[in-house]
């Protein structure tokens, strides 16, 4: 057997595992998908059926008529967006800072924003509660973005160094030559550069707040913070939530996650493996 | 004076770094260190007739003679072990067939990234979905196919619980490390491959001594993060089986956050939290340590 036929049964093995993989990826999904759309009599049924037989949306409109989702939903936005805010303005300058500019101390800032990373969220998240309690921030949206920004600051200022390390460092001083403050020369200069960058750190960033359990589930106790992953996790305890609503729920809250990454996931990928690719 | 003119100040660049200090100092570093001071004090918030004095080892010594801490201690240890291998070698495994670079492959490495990119809500609910004793899809197939007779309940079983649970994070954690180690191995110059052809090394030869010494950082650094996050989220397991049944899928995390959560008492879950804390900052110090000392 010669090499060029090596080289196509090698292929064709490849191609084999990799829509394998993908399948495995993607199907459970796609089966999720399938059960909302499903009446419930096809859902509860002793022969399972795959591909509904009468697709219907009502599992989607009793699921947002139910008590309070679209307030946890809302609840979820609002997080997410004050998580975003914060991590944005404190990190977007501190990235900046520890990536262009050099100053006795670098080398520890940088090892302290690497050392909060690996520090245990159930160590933090106890001690975080009767804090928040004491300053009146428990079970409050506020609260709950403070406790985010725990383990996605870090995170944050992380990617947007590996975003502004890629930019010449001729820039700034070009910039200083022409007569522009050290300010100017960050906020008219360089911050343009690194636009994409930035969608995409915050992409990242408000997926993670999206998505949190945990600490939602510590730190909110009323409807009036209660995040959707917190929520949705209650329903199925309490009203012994139908498969079909519980899928379509699902559905969702899934929804703007997958729609956020397929808009910036290049940039995203290439933030995600910066520091990989430089060793 | 003008910001601008702040800018030009000598210490501006604290300026900068002071907004995201002062956040982590009151998010992260204080509650680390009352949390450590916690696991020394009693404090249950049903109890507030005990107070909050200092107990000493109190909660330390309690830990040893609790049974249940051994339990987790050693569910924690398979789950660990267990769903960081399979997951590096899945993820190990697609980056190596990706690489390959053949059409459509761009998008499939796209694809892969789903899992990881949903909540733990929803990919503990779809595996429970899949895995359900009456209406699985996959009891559904397994049935069909002569493996099972009869649908099983994965998740109702204490010997089949944990196992079922580290599926469903292999599911979901297997893209970073392909991720990863895909962007791994697309750094890795090509005189290396040519020279290994060169060399004639077969396809093994090449894995072991042209691929592995360069992922090698990668590796350790993937391994460090995943193992911590692993130790430290007890989410799936709580959503997927609550630690049950009984306490045959109770994992350390899971425990203290428990104790806190449903018990309200915050000192004995410090605790816990602290065995934690200095377990992973051994096992960084040391698997670090090692690989390095492998790598001269």
Known sequence: MGAKHRRL????????????????????????????????????TATLTYLPKRPVWDNYVSIWTRSGFPQLILNSAITTAVTVAICTTAGTLAAYAVARTRFAGRQKILLLYLAVRMFPAVMIVIPLFITLRNVGLLDSRFGLALAYTSFLLPVFIWMMKGFFDAIPPELEEAARIDGASRLTAMVRVILPLVLGGLVATSVFVAIGAWNEYLFALMVTSSSGSR??????QLMVGEFQLPWGELAAGGMISIAPVVILFAIVQRALVRGLTAGAVKG | MGLGTLSERRGWV?????????LIAAVVLYPTFWGMSLSFREMRLNRPDLGTGFVGFKHYVALWNDPVFWLSLRNTLVWVVGATM?????GLTTALLVDRGLPGFRAASVLILLPWFLPNVVAGHIWALMLDPRLGVINDILVRIGVLDSYFAWFANPDTALGAAMVVEIWHGFPF???LLLAGLKAVPLELYESAEIDGAGPFAR???????????II??????????????????????GGGPGRASQVLSLYAFLKVSKEFNFGYGSALAMVLFVGLMGFSYLYVRLSNVLKE
Do not use: C
């Not at chain 1, 995040?227 to 949705?232: Q, Y």
């Open chain 1, 9 to 44: 049964i090698g292929n064709l093995l490849a191609y084999g595992a990799v829509i394998l993989i993908v399948a495995l990826s993607v199907l459970p999904v796609l089966w999720t998908f399938l059960i909302s759309i499903k009446p419930d009599e096809e859902v509860i």
């Open chain 1, 227 to 232: 995040t959707w992953p917190v929520g949705l």
């Open chain 2, 14 to 22: 604290w300026f900068l770094l002071v907004p995201s200090l002062l």
């Open chain 2, 86 to 90: 399979g997951e590096f070698l899945l």
């Open chain 2, 177 to 179: 490390f392909a991720l």
């Open chain 2, 207 to 217: 894995f072991r001594h042209v691929i592995l010494p360069q992922l090698q950082m």
């Open chain 2, 220 to 241: 350790v650094a993937t391994v460090v993060l995943r193992v911590i996050s692993l130790v430290n989220a007890p989410d799936i397991i709580l959503i997927l089986t």
